[in-house]
């Protein structure tokens, strides 16, 4: 196994460090009897805030203190940050329920003032209440939103913080490229603006070391995490020390330096006792935890682990108490006590699944199997090992592992390609030789060789068809990559010709016109053909472009809407990319151009049932005659290509997507029927 609670870090601007100078600095100027009552409530407010990290109980009678004089000073600004920082001191000792009700409080006051910014702060401070709920997807839609709003107000460093943000969300959610992707976004942001000694730059530092301990690639994450602490140790951030204590211990643990492991874990525990933080206190709790099953002091570690669920389990945290339980299985498991390391395990792989962390669900898949071939129970056995296999693939496939050499490629970090190499399957092998090894030791003298025979012939067949699938499905994903990057050659030459003929008509400024539509269609086409799907908005946008084009060059042009179903959000629905081009192209050139300026061409997305969509284009044009039909002049690729990926994509993603062709008495009807497909879940 190869879980450790690893400590991230994400703070907003408005959760910046707290210095004992500064609350000394604060106290004493409230001990001045003749303070006016408006400095005073910025006194309160302030030391509300900075007691979050150090003493939040004391942080929150601060803040009701505030509140109380905020109301009587009709102050609405210092009344919505009393309610912020509330909201921080609660997250801090784990009640998020009253921290969410304080940010909802603040954020009411912020809308009515139309303080944008600050909404967007509250918004992210929810997200870090989601998060620590092991809610990933709901987190990051919160960060999305976010990051969005601070990109509108050309905030780079909140941006920045942002993006590191959401690539901690992306590395629970096992997205190792996404994650990686959205840290060096951040560093980068953080290089351009000279902040490199800064605590958020230090932040994301981290955090690109515990995915690099993810990538068991421990000497880069160790490097990224000392240059970390050295910046918490310049700020004075015990806080932050203390995580650094804790991740440098994860790392020493895993290069088998287990003393100097528990040392740092103790450290770190004590830090987090000091300042009340449950979080932080059965994160260290664990990872000693974790420390002690491998040196065998299973007791011992049962004792921490105990110590450390009793605490998450007031904290809702579902992911460490996956790895919580998966541990105390281990130590079952090791000591023989199999009935209770089942239940444990099967625990574990419940709560990993709420949680939607594929690595967690894949240890614990492989630890039920484990317990079953132990239990005699093998045909269990069996199936576990071949669930953690097909989830394993999933998430740690060499797609994957390609997009985060190309991601390291593009940053400069070249000499960290080994960290990507494909060994999952080496080590999917060798348990699989393993498991058939022991099996054909405990079964010749259970029951004779008889079993053994099925089982070895049932795996073998097994693995040759897994071999097999996957190599037609490695075919047909390289087919449809190759049919969505074509695009008709004869609208490319057609559409150069008729910029030339602007050029020697001497119209110079249709010319440039034209050919800036078409260099924008270029690009289009270029970013989405690299795009299994895209959403309908971007796709809409590239019909919207090409059918500009083509309305300009046919004599007296013709007319297009499109139309949307109100019930379809269309940032957020998928489609293939570039799906319905070689339709449109055909009701344009095969339709509507004879009608001198009449043709109108009608595209519409509606949602059929709850399961699909139905994308559509209708012409009024000439339709599909005799004499059109068999002309083979008339047979278009781009319809051959889209019927082609139609039928890759039915066979490797196991879809019923179809493509209707209607003859009507005046012009033509083509339906394509595909899955309702969206980016991310809508969740309130």
């Known amino acids: 196994m190869f879980k450790k609670i690893s400590y991230l870090f994400f703070l907003l601007s408005a959760i910046l460090v707290a210095q004992q100078r500064d609350i000394d600095s604060l106290e004493n100027q409230l001990l001045n009897p003749k303070l006016a009552d408006s400095i005073r409530l910025n006194l309160l407010t302030d030391l509300g805030y900075y007691y979050y990290s150090i003493n939040a109980e004391k942080g929150l009678k601060v803040l009701d203190e505030a509140l109380i004089l905020a109301k009587s000073l009709k102050d609405t600004d210092k009344e919505a940050r009393a309610y912020q920082y509330k909201g921080h001191n609660y997250s801090t000792i784990g009640n998020d329920s009253m921290a969410l009700a304080m940010y909802d409080k603040a954020g009411k006051i912020y809308k009515a003032a139309n303080n944008y910014n600050k909404q967007a702060r509250l918004i992210y401070n929810k997200g870090l209440i989601y998060f620590n709920k092991s809610n990933y997807v709901k987190a990051n ?53 000279k902040d490199t000694l800064s605590l958020d730059f230090a932040n994301t530092t981290q ?5 690099y301990t993810k990538l068991q690639t421990y000497n880069k994450a160790l490097v990224y995490h000392e240059k970390a602490s050295k910046i918490y140790e310049t700020l004075d951030y015990k806080y932050g020390l203390a995580n650094s204590y804790n991740n440098i211990g994860n790392i020493y643990d895993y290069l088998k330096q287990q003393q100097k492991a528990i040392d740092y874990y103790q450290k770190s525990y004590g830090i987090m006792q ?35 669920k009793a605490l998450y389990e007031t904290l809702g945290n579902t992911n460490n108490l996956a790895i919580v339980y998966e541990y105390m299985a281990e130590s079952y498991l090791n000591t023989s006590s199999l009935d209770k390391a089942k239940s444990h395990y099967q625990r574990a792989y419940g709560l990993a699944k709420k949680s939607k962390s594929l690595s967690l669900q894949v240890s614990a898949l492989e630890g039920l199997a484990t317990v079953n071939k132990l239990l005699k129970n093998y045909k269990n056995a069996y199936n576990y090992i071949n669930e953690a296999v097909k989830l394993k693939d999933s998430f740690n496939s060499i797609e994957k592992k390609e997009e985060l050499i190309r991601l390291e490629e593009k940053y400069k970090y070249q000499n960290e390609k080994n960290i990507l190499e494909n060994n999952h399957k080496q080590e999917q092998l060798l348990f699989a030789n393993e498991l058939e090894r022991q099996e054909f030791i405990k079964n010749t003298y259970l029951a004779g060789g008889g079993i053994v025979l099925c089982f070895i012939i049932g795996l073998t067949v097994f693995y040759k068809k897994k071999r097999e699938a996957d190599f037609n499905t490695k075919v047909a994903t390289t087919e449809l990559k190759a049919l969505r990057a074509q695009m008709n050659p004869h609208f490319i030459f057609n559409t150069l010709n008729s910029i030339n003929n602007y050029i020697v008509s001497n119209k110079v400024d249709d010319a440039s016109n034209y050919l800036t539509k078409f260099s924008k269609l270029m690009r289009q086409t270029l970013e989405v053909s690299m795009c299994e799907n895209i959403t309908i908005e ?13 309305k300009e060059r046919i004599p007296n042009g013709f007319n297009y809407e499109i139309k949307i179903d109100d019930g379809i959000d269309k940032g957020n629905v998928l489609v293939p990319s570039m799906i319905m081009q070689p339709f449109v192209e055909n009701s344009i050139w095969h339709g509507v151009s004879k009608l001198n300026g009449a043709g109108v061409i009608t595209i519409q997305i509606k949602k059929i049932n709850n399961e699909q969509l139905c994308y559509s284009v209708d012409d009024n044009g000439v339709g599909i005659t005799p004499i059109n039909k068999n002309n083979t002049a ?18 490797t993603k196991n879809i019923n997507a179809q493509i209707k062709i209607i003859n009507k008495s005046l012009g033509t009807r083509v339906e394509v029927i595909l899955p309702f497909q969206l980016a991310y879940l809508n969740e309130d």
């Open 634 to 651: 008339h047979k278009s690729l781009g319809v051959k290509i889209t019927n082609d990926r139609i039928s890759v994509l039915n066979k």
């Open 274 to 308: 000091k300042s009340g933080n449950r979080l932080g206190m059965a994160n260290a709790l664990t990872n000693i935890g974790i420390v002690n099953v491998g040196l065998k002091k299973h007791n011992e570690a049962l004792n921490n682990f105990n110590k450390a």
């Open 207 to 211: 955090n690109l070391g515990i995915l």
């Open 141 to 193: 839609k919160c960060n999305v939103e976010a990051f969005d709003a601070f990109k509108k107000a050309n905030d780079s460093v909140l941006m920045a913080k942002m993006l590191n943000s959401i690539g901690i969300n992306y590395m629970y959610l096992s997205d190792y490229p996404s994650s990686l992707s959205k840290y060096l976004e951040a560093l980068t942001i953080y290089k351009n603006l």
């Open 538 to 550: 971007e796709d809409i946008k590239l019909l919207e472009n090409y059918l500009d084009i083509e």
